[in-house]
């Protein structure tokens, strides 16, 4: 059974970085698209990026674009999320989710339906 643990979130001030991680342990596929996520307290989860198998394919929401930044070790069964220049309107529980794939493929997606392994999430708060 694949699990997921995320860690790095915590409180940063406007304007701060912070870099989640997600630790993968006990793989049953070889191949996983992984999501990053977010929800905020009385708002829908949102997908916040994503990044392909291989790693050469990304994608981000507008509200991140250019602020954040997925990258993933295989070597490390282990998924980033630099994120820079935060603000207020950032701060929410954040999770890591893995899409498994039987094939090498270059999509990932930003929707919750491909995802079949969720972490427990972590929170970030984004305040002065």
């Known amino acids: 059974q694949l699990q997921l643990v995320e860690s790095g979130g915590g409180l940063v001030q406007p304007g701060g970085s912070l870099r989640l991680s997600c630790a993968a342990s006990?793989?049953?596929?070889?191949?996983?698209?992984i999501g990053w996520f977010r929800q905020a307290p009385g708002k829908e989860r949102e997908g916040v990026a994503c990044?392909?198998?291989?790693?050469?394919?990304?994608n981000y929401a507008d509200s991140v674009q250019g602020r954040f930044t997925i990258s993933r070790d295989n070597a490390k069964n282990t998924v980033y999320l630099q994120m820079d220049s935060l603000k207020p309107e950032d701060t929410a529980v954040y999770y890591c989710?893995?899409?498994?794939?039987?094939?090498?493929?270059?999509?990932?997606?930003?929707?919750?339906?491909?995802?079949?392994?969720w972490g427990q999430g972590t929170q970030v708060t984004v305040s002065s």
């Open positions: 006990g793989f049953a596929k070889d191949y996983y698209a």
């Open positions: 989710a893995f899409d498994p794939r039987t094939v090498i493929t270059e999509t990932c997606s930003r929707k919750e339906y491909p995802y079949n392994y």
């Open positions: 990044i392909s198998v291989t790693g050469r394919t990304t």
